[in-house]
């Protein structure tokens, strides 16, 4: 972050309200979706597109941690490399597709153990919301 005004701020203080457990229903649905075409593309072309596979991973891990940790942590920190070799083919894809099971049921008990809750605060998102179109527009000539 290299610069935030106040609303940004508060957004910021904010972003916990936003999580809850339906991050895992909602990040796993999608990479399971995405799974199949990595799948498809070794039974078709003999090989994923490797790039997607590692969007796969990376996708599954920030479930998991979400779930662990109740923060939303974008910066992949150590396991970029590992995740820069998958999406360079120099990891095979068995070994890829174990990853990514690994990850799923990382997630699956993350998930039971979480401290998240059920549903994100929405009335504290819909005030927050509110409040920033109302003093938008008192601004607008």
């Not at 969007?55 to 109740?70: I, K, M, P, Q």
């Not at 992949?76 to 070994?95: M, Q, Y």
């Amino acid at each position: 972050m290299e610069y935030a005004d106040d609303t940004g701020r508060e957004l910021l203080a904010l972003r916990g309200v936003f999580l809850s457990r339906r991050i895992h229903e909602t990040f796993t649905r999608y990479a399971y979706g995405r799974r199949r075409r990595p799948e498809a593309d070794v039974r078709v072309h003999g090989a994923p597109r490797w790039k997607h596979a590692m969007h796969l991973l990376r996708l599954l891990a920030s479930a998991r941690d979400v779930l662990r940790t109740g923060e939303l942590t974008v910066d992949v920190g150590k396991r970029r490399e590992p995740l820069l070799a998958v999406k360079r083919g120099e990891v095979p894809w068995s070994e890829v597709e174990a990853r990514m099971t690994r990850l799923e049921r990382e997630a699956g008990e993350a998930l039971r153990r979480t401290t998240l809750p059920a549903q994100p605060d929405r009335r504290r998102v819909e005030d927050f919301l509110v409040g920033v179109r109302r003093a938008s527009a008192l601004r607008t000539p």
